[in-house]
């Protein structure tokens, strides 16, 4: 029993230490990290600053570690241009939700809520919702972690852009979204 405890561990271990690897290589040297607990779930939320443009993006690391309860090893991204601090923050609890609640994880996720994490968001940005999808912006590489683990990207979305997907899909949704040429990184956008 020790013997198989201490083999998960380190395989654990190895894969935290590919997404490291991971994101150094197509992200770059992060900036800083905060760490957060509900109950049993650490989540921490990695900075990269030189990624995209005007952009810092964030990047979950342990959300991995919980791919029994969401059926998928995994980790997220989320570029964003403004308001850094409550967005980390959104990110990590949404996460922390998506986990507590046992989701089956994958494109096509709608979180909405995003006051309830932090008041006023909504007002200051005119987004109300999280919405998780298959990562873009970034070279296919990016998308699996050594076979291992799947990497997903999340972004702000309006009450319109909810409704929307809400009534057409994934799918619709996010070709309205390229075809619009809509920035999705753009917290504050219209």
Do not use: W
Not at 3 to 22: A, F, N, P, S, Y
Not at 43 to 72: H, W, Y
Not at 106 to 112: D, F, K, P, V, Y
């Amino acid at each position: 029993m020790l013997v198989c405890l201490l083999t998960m561990r380190c395989m654990l271990m190895g894969i935290d230490e590919k997404i490291l690897d991971h994101y150094t290589k197509y992200l770059g040297e992060f900036a800083g990290t905060e760490q957060y607990r509900f109950g049993n779930q650490i989540i921490q939320i990695l900075g990269f600053p030189n990624v995209f443009k005007d952009c810092l993006v964030f990047a979950t690391f342990g959300m991995s570690k919980f791919s029994e309860e969401i059926k998928r090893q995994c980790e997220v991204i989320l570029a964003v241009d403004d308001l850094y601090d409550e967005c980390s923050e959104i990110l990590a609890n949404t996460v922390c939700y998506i986990l507590s609640e046992k989701m089956e994880f994958g494109r096509g996720i709608l979180i909405e809520g995003v006051d309830n994490i932090v008041p006023g968001f909504s007002e200051s940005s005119g987004k109300c919702a999280l919405y998780f999808t298959d990562v873009s912006g970034l070279p296919e590489e990016f998308s699996v972690v050594d076979e291992e683990c799947e990497m997903y990207m999340c972004f702000f979305v309006s009450k319109e852009e909810a409704e929307f997907f809400k009534k057409h899909g994934s799918d619709e949704f996010e070709t309205y979204l390229e075809e619009n040429g809509i920035d999705v990184a753009a917290v504050k956008r219209k």
